[in-house]
């Protein structure tokens, strides 16, 4: 069974810095999306960062990157210049082609001004 | 707005009553799944449709939530004789799988309170 784990419960970085938030998971398929999602307190769930595991290329949204590291099933989400407004719960997810998405438990990111 | 829709959003209802939430789909899209997310924690799947066929339970929708989607548009989730520990926000998510986007849209969810 796929399993996807962030083992960061709670991180907090400084306002304008960089901060990496970690996830592995587990899947003995070679054809998946990876994903981040972002929710804010008592807001909508809305999509960080997507990444295709046939591409070897990191994905990058704006200030979003993502370590994508097949072999050690790792996915990492870096968020540079942090802001206020990255206070969040971030969630890693798994998707396997036309299935379910399956997701960690998440990372409560906390952004100090 | 044509993102995903659910109502109510917020439901408080006592032990031992039934309820049900609706969700509607961003229009077109042929996948809806629902999801339960209690305080604090990830949201764990419970089931998912491909038009108005219901492809996967999670063995987590106990023999007392039935979710439907009868025409492949919108879809509910009821949960009859409601206990405490069904108290979450229960999620709906759509995508389309040739859309060239293989992720899930969510919509905001509908929180549910059981006193």
């Known amino acids: 069974a796929q399993t996807v784990t962030q083992s960061q419960p709670e991180m907090s970085v400084q306002e304008a810095e960089t901060v990496t938030l970690s996830c592995t998971y587990d899947t003995s398929e070679s054809d998946y999306y990876l994903f981040w999602y972002k929710q804010p307190p008592s807001r909508q769930m809305i999509l960080v960062i997507r990444?295709?595991?046939?591409?070897?290329q990191n994905a990058t949204e704006n200030r979003f990157s993502v370590n994508f590291q097949k072999a050690a099933k790792s996915f990492s989400l870096k968020i540079s210049d942090s802001q206020l407004g990255d206070a969040a719960m971030y969630f890693c997810a798994y998707r396997l082609r036309d299935d379910k998405i399956i997701f960690g438990k998440g990372t409560r990111l906390h952004i100090l001004p | 707005d044509t993102g995903v829709s659910q109502d109510p959003r917020h439901k408080i209802t006592k032990r031992g009553q039934n309820v049900t939430f609706r969700c509607d789909p961003i229009s077109e899209h042929n996948r809806l799944y629902w999801y339960r997310q209690t305080l604090g924690q990830g949201p764990e799947f419970l089931t998912y449709?491909?038009?108005?066929?219901?492809?996967?339970k999670s063995r987590l929708l106990s023999n007392r939530f039935s979710a439907e989607r009868p025409k492949g548009s919108f879809s509910t989730l009821e949960i009859q004789r409601t206990e405490q520990g069904d108290s979450a926000m229960y999620l709906c998510?759509?995508?389309?799988?040739?859309?060239?986007?293989?992720?899930?849209?969510f919509g905001p969810g509908t929180r549910l309170t059981v006193l």
């Open positions: 449709f491909q038009n108005e066929a219901q492809l996967e």
């Open positions: 990444q295709e595991a046939y591409k070897q």
């Open positions: 998510a759509s995508s389309h799988p040739l859309a060239g986007d293989p992720y899930a849209f």
